[in-house]
C-alpha cells in the first residue's frame, strides 16, 4: 500500500461504554493508534455522549471503524446495541447503508476472561446483518490487560496497535476492491 492511500483512509473508533474515558475508550485508542501510526487519520467518539445521527453520519465518512463494548451479561452493552438497530444497512426499503463496505475491528473489556465469547455475536451481527468485513480475530482485555483504567500493559499495548496497523491494510483492500466493497446483506 503507498503511504498516500493510508494517508487517505480514515478510521472511527466508537466506545460503547456508559462512561467517558473508561477500559474500553483505552482500549479503543489502542487501535486507533496503530491506525495513525501507519498514517490514517482517526477519530474517537464516546457513543454515550454523542448523537446516534452524528455517529452514523461519522460511520458513513469514514473508510474503517473500531467498535468496542464492556461485556454486559454475557454481551456488548445497549448502547452499542440501541445503535447498531437504529443504523440502516439498505434493505427493505431504507435509503442508507454506512456499514455496508467497511471494515471494522472490534473489542470488548470485562472483569474476567470468562466473556470473552461475546465477541462472536457482535461480529456475527456486523458481518451477517450488515455486510461489514469484520478482522479476524477480534480483541478482547479482561483487567489483567491493563495497569489502570487509562492505561494498556506493554503486551495488550502491541496487540492493540498490531490490530490498528491490520485494520487499516483491510480497509485500504476493501477500498480498493469493487467486490469487497459491493457485497451486500443478503436478507
Known amino acids: 500500500m503507498t503511504e498516500g492511500a493510508r494517508h487517505s483512509l480514515s478510521v472511527l473508533g466508537i466506545a460503547g461504554g456508559p462512561e467517558a474515558g473508561g477500559r474500553t475508550s483505552t482500549a479503543i485508542a489502542g487501535i486507533l493508534g496503530g491506525a495513525a501510526a501507519t498514517g490514517a487519520a482517526t477519530t474517537l467518539v464516546e457513543l454515550a455522549f454523542t448523537p446516534h445521527s452524528d455517529v452514523v453520519a ?3 465518512a469514514a473508510d474503517a471503524v473500531v ?9 456488548y ?10 443504523t440502516e444497512r439498505g434493505k427493505w426499503g431504507e435509503a442508507t447503508a454506512p456499514l455496508q463496505g467497511k471494515a471494522a475491528a472490534i473489542v470488548l473489556t470485562g472483569a474476567s476472561g470468562h466473556h470473552f465469547l461475546a465477541l462472536g455475536d457482535l461480529r456475527n451481527v456486523l458481518a ?9 480475530p477480534g ?9 489502570d483504567r487509562t492505561t494498556l500493559t506493554e503486551g495488550s499495548a502491541a496487540l492493540a496497535a498490531a490490530h490498528g496497523a491490520a485494520l487499516v491494510d483491510l ?5 480498493s476492491s469493487k467486490a469487497l466493497s459491493g457485497i451486500t ?3
Open 77 to 86: 452493552s445497549a448502547l452499542l446495541k440501541g445503535l447498531l438497530e437504529g
Open 139 to 147: 480483541l478482547y482485555f479482561d483487567h489483567e490487560g491493563f495497569l
Open 128 to 136: 451477517s446483518f450488515f455486510a461489514v468485513q469484520v478482522l479476524s
Open 171 to 175: 480497509a485500504a483492500a476493501v477500498r
Open 185 to 187: 446483506p443478503q436478507v
Open 58 to 60: 461519522a460511520i458513513d
Open 67 to 75: 467498535l468496542g463494548s464492556p461485556v454486559y451479561r454475557a454481551t
